[in-house]
């Protein structure tokens, strides 16, 4: 098969795009590389276009015709919360017009398979401490906002010409799958708590008065790994007849605390993680944990790496990075 993957070059998508690689699919990477690196993406073919773009249509349509694309995954877009609210009318141009473009391409070029990277951050702040598929959404940001409106456009899709759409909601994602592929960014638990040790400052802990078991808000964690294995259990899913869910979560069942992963940090690196509690962020549950059972009983796909294996990867990962944290002596 020759699967096309958008933002294949970034921390996901670059997972994904080994796993297939190593499978034996033939892989195209469309990119524009405003943050994924080509050289993650070494042996699949690289297309670098803005997929928000105007001529994208023109340019997707002809990529899937001539490499005979048979399925797309669908990474590319921005995805930092805060910068949606202070740029709500870009995120929308950037997420759902890219989407609109891919979609639009897809039918032209009659490719009719498609994995959809969606959040659980569509689930906002439920009642609900452990999330499934059934809940109603609730968004409570315009990049929240930009993610269901793919699903919405998938679906719409789905009955209209009978594109096969299924859309991946994630949890907190981490780790590393192989240390050239970390996570770049400083935006999640794991690299935000490395970035302070390396500049000589203590984690920030937001909020210990939570109703958990140590006071610190509790969420579920999935190595980017797994994530990408899921990825692939969803396109085999999109060849089968009976498909009778389009949304799945991806995450392991289990929450770990705030507090719990930074002592993982510790045990990793040996490093001293003691924290600052400071005041709670605004609009943080306490709780937010995956269902998984609709995963593990359509696709077959159950997370394998626990918190201390996430977070020791990611750990592998920052120390090769370009800015390793000098350990001391002895």
């Not at 039918?107 to 109603?136: C, M």
């Amino acid at each position: 098969m020759t699967i096309l993957v958008t933002g294949g070059a970034g921390y996901i998508g670059a997972h994904v795009v080994r796993l297939l690689q190593e499978r034996g699919d033939d892989v195209v990477v469309v990119d524009d590389l405003s943050t994924g690196r080509a050289e993650r993406v070494e042996g699949a073919t690289l297309v670098e276009v803005d997929v928000s773009a105007p001529e994208a249509v023109e340019v997707l349509e002809r990529v899937m015709r001539e490499r005979a694309v048979t399925a797309v995954v669908h990474f590319a877009g921005r995805k930092q919360v805060g910068e949606s609210v202070e740029r709500p009318a870009w995120y929308y141009q950037q997420n759902v017009g890219g989407f609109t473009n891919l979609v639009t391409a897809m039918e032209s070029a009659g490719v009719d398979r498609l994995v959809f990277s969606s959040s659980a951050t569509l689930y906002g702040n439920q009642a609900s401490a452990i999330l499934d598929e059934k809940l109603h959404t609730e968004t409570l940001n315009p990049y929240g906002e930009t993610k269901l409106a793919g699903e919405w456009l998938g679906r719409a899709a789905s009955r209209a010409w009978g594109l096969r759409f299924v859309a991946l909601r994630y949890f907190n994602v981490a780790g590393a799958g192989w240390p050239e592929l970390g996570d770049p960014a400083i935006l999640n638990l794991v690299p935000m708590v490395l970035d302070r040790l390396e500049r000589g400052e203590r984690p920030k802990i937001f909020g210990d008065d939570y109703p958990t078991a140590d006071g610190t808000c509790v969420r579920d964690y999935v190595h980017v790994l797994d994530l990408a294995h899921a990825h692939l259990a969803a396109l085999d899913h999109l060849g089968e007849d009976d498909r009778p869910f389009d949304v799945f979560n991806v995450g392991t069942g289990t929450g770990s605390s705030v507090r719990e992963v930074i002592e993982a940090v510790g045990r990793a690196s040996g490093l001293d993680v003691t924290a600052d509690v400071v005041e709670r962020r605004p609009g943080d549950p306490a709780r937010l944990v995956a269902s998984v059972e609709r995963i593990e009983q359509v696709l077959g796909w159950r997370a394998s790496y626990a918190l201390d294996e996430i977070v020791a990867s990611a750990w592998e990962a920052w120390q090769q990075g370009p800015r390793p944290i000098d350990l001391p002596a002895g």
